[in-house]
């Protein structure tokens, strides 16, 4: 299977403790992209890289939140101090390259479910 | 600013009967439409989607969608519903910026089929 994977699909935490989610997208995609989906919600967009560099991030993300794409290949997300109000399920999407695909197009991974106690 | 909305929380409907998803979107600019489907703790799977051309779009698992420009609509339909269609549903539009776009999505419909 090449498409986009997330790990842990399930993360239970105590409040202020810090956890770190990975996605890995799919091998050929430049562009990554994190949402965050709150119950009964619809996705939001969180941020986006384009190979290694963070091109956007959301008001959403506040100053706890930080995410990398060191070589541009995976990303990670780091919550510091966690919240109850973090609980949520946090989804990668990756898509190709201008040249090589639509840039619209994005491809989700299964999601790491987060739940702060 | 964009904005996408999906008038009803929840649709039952009945095994083998139709159905019918709404959808609205706002926007000043031309957008691209899209319909997502997530099954219960599981990520998003594209089911079909607007970019130009024919207003009626086919998809997977027998849906398809008509692009409506007047009235700003992008409805979700099947002529026949299965069990296996319970999931939810999110109507969405990507957003154009810099050299990538952003998906801005409805906050969902839940279907839920009875047998």
């Known amino acids: 299977d090449t498409g986009v994977s997330q790990d842990p699909r399930h993360k239970i935490t105590k409040r202020g403790q810090n956890v770190t989610f990975r996605c890995d997208p799919i091998s050929e995609h430049n562009r990554l992209y994190w949402y965050r989906q709150t119950l009964g919600q619809g996705p939001e967009f969180l941020t986006y890289f384009q190979n290694e560099a963070q091109l956007e991030k959301s008001r959403l993300l506040s100053d706890r939140f930080s995410a990398e794409r060191p070589k541009g290949s995976f990303s990670t997300l780091e919550i510091q101090r966690t919240e109850q109000g973090d609980s949520a399920m946090y989804l990668c999407a990756s898509s190709p390259p201008a040249l090589t695909g639509p840039s619209y197009e994005q491809y989700f991974g299964p999601g790491t479910r987060l739940t702060v106690t | 600013a964009q904005s996408v909305t999906q008038l009803d929380s929840q649709v039952p409907v009945f095994e083998e009967a139709p159905v019918e998803l709404r959808c609205n979107y706002s926007?000043?600019?031309?957008?691209?439409l899209f319909w997502y489907v997530q099954y219960p703790n599981q990520g998003l799977q594209l089911l079909l989607k607007?970019?130009?051309?024919?207003?009626l779009v086919k998809g997977i698992n027998g849906f398809e969608a008509e692009f409506n420009k007047s009235q700003t609509s992008f409805h979700l339909r099947k002529p026949s519903v299965h069990i296996s269609d319970t999931a939810e549903y999110f109507c969405?539009?990507?957003?154009?910026?810099?050299?990538?776009?952003?998906?801005?999505f409805g906050s969902g419909t839940r279907l839920s089929i009875r047998p």
């Open positions: 607007y970019l130009s051309g024919s207003t």
């Open positions: 926007s000043s600019v031309s957008v691209y």
């Open positions: 969405a539009v990507s957003v154009l910026y810099s050299s990538a776009s952003k998906i801005i």
